[in-house]
């Protein structure tokens, strides 16, 4: 474990990258070659919308990453934060402790505040808008909610008192999780439910990519599931019978359109009321 925090407390930022980059390459590999649905889309075209988003998410995370160091060594000099404020612990036990607690607030807890929130939603929807969930949707994400995301990691990281190994952990974790659970990727179904219960499967996750209601309002985690059953929010729907997409933004010229995607959280009139 020591070799673990050693190397996360120094991560250099080309690793980070490889992380990213690794992780597309090998989903992108495993779903061409075991495909959930067999999309009648052009691959390439698709990846290069949604790696736009994924550049502009690594800038925004990069330009302000300063802010979640800051946060991170305050809350060790003070000794601020559930982590700080508990008897000592094994140090797995530690690890685990902090991974749950960053995931809640720094994934459900905003993703749960998004989809409730009207003007938040405006710009979760390009997210959702996605008609074709690959491993490329993960990080779909308008600049504008990168930026939410990114305060309500720095949130999580004062709350839990995070130290900055364990902040570039989660990181990693959470960026291969979505990737993950994006990917268009046929697990056997006695296995992903069994991941069901741990993590968020892929299964678990593309219920929430269904385009009605309620299903899209369920499944908000992002590496651990636990979270979705202990608020409720956990549901289940038949591989078989998910529509991606949401029922309010099924053109494909807008989802297809990156100008489009960039204005949508501004086009008043094309949000429903949640």
Not at 159 to 172: E, H, K, M, T
């Amino acid at each position: 474990m020591n070799e673990i925090i050693t190397y996360f407390e120094t991560i250099p930022s080309s690793h980070r990258s490889l992380i990213l980059v690794g992780g597309i390459t090998i989903f992108w590999l495993i779903e061409n070659a075991f495909p959930l649905f067999k999309f009648g889309y052009k691959k390439w075209n698709h990846a290069g919308l949604n790696i736009f988003f994924t550049i502009t998410t690594v800038i925004v995370n990069f330009l302000l990453a300063f802010i979640l160091l800051k946060a991170s060594n305050w809350t060790i000099v003070h000794d601020f934060g559930v982590l700080n404020w508990l008897p000592e612990l094994n140090i797995w036990i530690y690890t685990l402790v902090g991974l749950l607690l960053l995931d809640l607030i720094g994934a459900y807890l905003i993703h749960l505040i998004e989809h409730k929130t009207k003007f938040l939603w405006r710009f979760h929807i390009i997210h959702h808008t996605d008609t074709w969930i690959d491993t490329t949707t993960a990080n779909r994400h308008h600049p504008g909610e990168s930026i939410l995301r990114f305060i309500f990691t720095t949130l999580g990281v004062l709350i839990v008192g995070a130290p900055i190994w364990l902040v570039f952990l989660y990181q990693s974790l959470s960026l291969v999780a979505t990737q993950f659970n994006h990917a268009n990727i046929s697990l056997p179904k006695k296995l992903d439910t069994i991941l069901s219960y741990f993590i968020v499967s892929p299964d678990m996750h593309k219920v929430h990519h269904h385009n009605v209601l309620p299903y899209t309002d369920s499944n908000y985690g992002n590496i651990f599931s636990v979270w979705d059953r202990i608020f409720g929010t956990f549901m289940t729907l038949n591989r078989e019978d998910i529509v991606y997409g949401i029922d309010t933004h099924m053109d494909s010229k807008e989802h297809n359109n990156l100008k489009n995607l960039l204005k949508i959280p501004f086009q008043k009139n094309k949000i429903k009321a949640i």
